[in-house]
């Protein structure tokens, strides 16, 4: 069990879960990556960048 | 699924025509007459061309308008009043969409309507029409109000802050389609005036303001405030709304917040995403649906919680919802009729 790193809500992860995998917080919709495994991390998933400004 | 009968009043405007859409294909409904005094004996088809083929319904004089098991007012403010006890003898189910029963104070409508309520003791006895809030009195409501579309858009995505939050300042910013100011012309409304204008046209004390106080701040403790603006669009409401709160607090409290008001909501849809070019809520993406998107993010700089929301304003903020509440009041799936998926690209 983790919390989501956007919503605090909690996430069960797969028992086969690997590193750099990508996971959806089911709550939230946001992307995590697991950044490790021992002990367990998730953080927010890298987006591809644009530029906003206008 | 047991059927019933239904009758639209006033349904040559759009919010009539935008209803008799969704009841057409309702699989519980028969409607069975629709009125309009001035095209009465025309067909529909006419004034709602996307019903062509779909219907042949011609219009009627409301005088000849028969007792029916849901009648719908699609009438400008003030119209419904007026006859609202010949019509309450047509149905056991009254649901209006004018603001002439909305507010429960009759003080309100001297304040923000200019006129005193003919019929203040009726105000009691209509419910809210807003199923988020007040879902279990429409089950067992006889007599209906529906919201205000720019209400709609405001109070949804305030009402869970301000119960679980201290708020200090509300100031709720809206950009609203042209569609909402109904199908009367005038010169505001003429193509090469409303044609790529920003218009700032109530910046303060609009009628829909008197909705969102009932609703949101009742004891009058916070400084609330609305600002709408006619923008290019034809349906569409999206409102930025800037909150003060009186504590620091974190992202993530206003996402469990959201998540345990509006989590199991058909026609709530929180957009707070990342990546993509629509990160947040968007009229566009919500068109033609019941749909009410709610987003937000914390200036981190200033504490400002910046809410946006985005609705279609003839669904979810008028016909969607009075089928939404209709639905709920005759016992139906409350999503019945309503499962519009939404346009992409528009």
């Known amino acids: 069990m983790i919390k989501c790193k956007e919503c605090g809500s909690e996430i069960v992860l797969p028992n086969d879960v690997v590193e750099n995998e990508i996971i959806d917080c089911e709550a939230c919709g946001i992307e995590l990556e697991v950044v490790s495994l021992d002990p367990l991390e998730v953080d927010l998933a890298p987006e591809e960048q644009e530029d906003w400004g206008e | ?346």
């Not at chain 2, 007026?82 to 507010?103: Q, T």
């Not at chain 2, 193509?191 to 046209?201: A, I, K, L, Q, T």
């Not at chain 2, 701040?217 to 600002?227: D, R, T």
Request: net charge negative; hydrophobic share 40%; with cysteine.
């Open chain 2, 1 to 346: 699924m047991s059927r019933h009968t239904a009758a639209i009043v006033g349904s040559s405007g759009y919010t009539g025509g935008e209803l008799l859409r969704l009841l057409l294909s309702h699989s519980g409904i028969d409607v069975v007459a629709v009125t309009s005094r001035k095209r009465a004996k025309r067909p529909v088809a006419r004034i709602h061309p996307n019903l062509r083929d779909i219907t042949r319904l011609k219009f009627i004089d409301p005088v000849d308008l028969p007792e029916v098991d849901v009648l719908f007012l699609a009438l400008p403010h003030g119209a419904a009043m007026e006859n609202i006890h010949e019509y309450m003898s047509r149905s056991k189910l009254v649901i209006d969409l004018s603001s002439d029963f909305r507010l429960n104070d009759s003080s309100s409508y001297v304040t923000y309507y200019g006129q005193k309520h003919p019929d203040p003791d009726l105000l009691e006895q209509f419910v809210y029409g807003l199923p988020e809030l007040h879902r279990e009195t429409i089950r067992e409501a006889r007599l209906i109000a529906i919201p205000g579309c720019t209400a709609t858009g405001a109070i949804l995505p305030i009402k869970p802050i301000v119960e679980a939050l201290r708020v200090n300042l509300i100031v709720v910013d809206a950009k609203v389609g042209s569609s909402a100011a109904g199908a009367g012309v005038n010169m505001s409304t003429h193509h090469p005036e409303r044609s790529g204008v920003v218009r700032s046209y109530k910046p303060s004390g609009h009628r829909h303001l008197a909705e969102m106080q009932q609703e949101l701040n009742s004891n009058g403790s916070i400084s609330f405030n609305f600002s709408p603006h006619a923008v290019e669009m034809v349906r569409g409401i999206q409102s930025t709304i800037h909150i003060f709160l009186e504590d620091d607090y974190e992202e993530k409290e206003i996402w469990q917040i959201y998540l345990q008001a509006y989590r199991e909501e058909p026609f709530v849809r929180l957009v707070k995403e990342r990546g993509g070019i629509y990160r947040f809520p968007e009229p566009k993406m919500v068109m033609g649906t019941n749909l009410c998107e709610i987003g937000f993010e914390k200036d981190e700089k200033t504490g400002r919680l910046v809410i946006m929301s985005a609705i279609d304003n003839l669904m979810k903020g008028a016909a969607g919802q009075a089928v939404q509440c209709m639905n709920l009041a005759l016992g139906f799936e409350e999503t019945e009729g309503l499962n519009v998926v939404g346009y992409h690209p528009v």
